[in-house]
């Protein structure tokens, strides 16, 4: 079967993949496992972050153009993708780098940008906020920053996608990706069900299981599982409206790292979504088959002291998730052309915090997938720099 651009995976770069080839007036066959968002991967839930308050300048300009992207499709989709709730950093890290850089780093990316912010103290924030803040603690607020509706914003990249031409192949496995022996002639993705899809250009995009994929080719980047813990609490109905979203950088204690996060209350009841953003060694995987499924009690019971210590109002915990994380040394993504065969586009290394740039991806993606020089700098990206180690196997 004849599919010209392939598609491997239907999560967030999948979804963005497809939706900007749709753009480009290209459309292209999705593999996906499962179904988009599904709870098993990386692109599962309802909400994520969005910021351009990044201590990396790079990352932050990609967020600016994400930005752009995301109101336009809210325009043309007449979908609200972004609310508008602003986002508080706050602790007392120093200029100790993490996953979500640090606060000092990124109050200088903001002034270089004149990206507007407040600064509040300890003080200020716990008379703004149902928080309690370490003492001592730094402030570094966006309120252009907001909450991005991940779900609804899938099903809008698929939709436009679809009603392009793309098929979506769910609940197909791929089992097979070959090389021709001859020059010029097409990929073959073949799938458990039997099918074979022959490939002019292939994208992988199968976040935790890009390393099963690129085994077919002989081939594997370093990248490391992780499974981080999520969670839902119930609070105080009367501060229901007063959270923000928030992230908390503290100095590493013990077992405890010390980077936490939360959103908004949602609902009635009225529930947060928080978690940690660091994970233990027990919690960590070279394959997506060997991450445990249940969180693992002591961050748990770390997540637990953290809330009761720094949230008012906080009540009991209704739910915990664990979401993998495929992680890079460097935190950053991987974005680039196999060297060996330039028809084949990878993703991975999405570092759980990748889908606010979910446009801009695809669309690098799709330049990729067409052979058009991509109008954006991808430099960072590459699979061939030494954080990412491609190498044979």
Not at 139 to 166: Q, W
Not at 367 to 375: E, K, M, Q, V
Request: glycine share 10%; proline share 8%; hydrophobic share 40%.
């Amino acid at each position: 079967m004849s599919a010209g651009i392939v598609v491997v995976g239907g999560g967030m770069a999948g979804c963005a993949t497809a939706w900007a080839l749709a753009e480009a007036g290209e459309a292209c066959t999705v593999v996906e496992s499962a179904h988009p968002g599904n709870s098993g991967g990386g692109s599962s839930g309802t909400s994520r972050m969005f910021r351009r308050m990044y201590s990396d300048p790079y990352y932050a300009r990609l967020a600016q153009a994400s930005l752009d992207a995301w109101r336009d499709l809210e325009t043309d989709s007449r979908t609200t993708l972004l609310d508008d709730c602003g986002l508080l950093f706050f602790g007392d890290r120093g200029a100790e780098d993490s996953i979500e850089g640090n606060i000092p780093g990124a109050r200088r990316v903001m002034r270089e940008r004149s990206l507007p912010f407040d600064a509040p103290d300890a003080a200020a924030i716990a008379a703004r906020w149902p928080l309690r803040p370490p003492e001592g603690s730094e402030g570094l607020f966006e309120a252009t920053a907001g909450t991005l509706r991940s779900r609804r914003a899938l099903e809008v990249m698929a939709g436009r996608a679809v009603r392009a031409g793309t098929v979506f192949l769910n609940n197909e496995t791929v089992v097979a990706v070959r090389r021709p022996a001859r020059r010029g002639q097409p990929l073959e993705v073949s799938l458990e069900s039997g099918r074979a899809l022959q490939a002019d250009r292939l994208v992988l995009a199968a976040g935790a299981w890009t390393n099963r994929l690129l085994a077919h080719l002989g081939l594997r980047v370093r990248i490391e599982l992780w499974g981080m813990l999520w969670a839902h609490y119930a609070v105080d109905p009367a501060l229901a409206a007063h959270y923000p979203q928030w992230f908390c950088f503290t100095p590493p204690r013990g077992a405890d790292e010390g980077l936490y996060y939360g959103f908004p209350a949602e609902g009635s009841p009225p529930l947060v979504k928080t978690g940690v953003d660091w994970c233990p060694p027990a919690m960590r995987a070279a394959e997506p088959d060997e991450l445990p499924t249940a969180p693992d009690p002591g961050v748990a019971r770390c997540l637990d002291s953290f809330l009761r210590t720094r949230l008012v109002g906080v009540g009991e915990c209704v739910g915990r998730h664990i979401s993998p994380y495929a992680m890079t040394a460097d935190n950053g993504f991987i974005l680039d052309t196999l060297p060996s065969d330039p028809r084949i586009a990878v993703f991975a290394g999405d570092c759980g915090h990748a889908f606010k740039f979910a446009p801009v991806l695809g669309r690098l993606l799709a330049d990729l997938a067409t052979g058009r020089r991509p109008a954006t700098d991808r430099a960072p990206l590459r699979i061939t720099r030494p954080a990412v180690a491609l190498s044979a196997i």
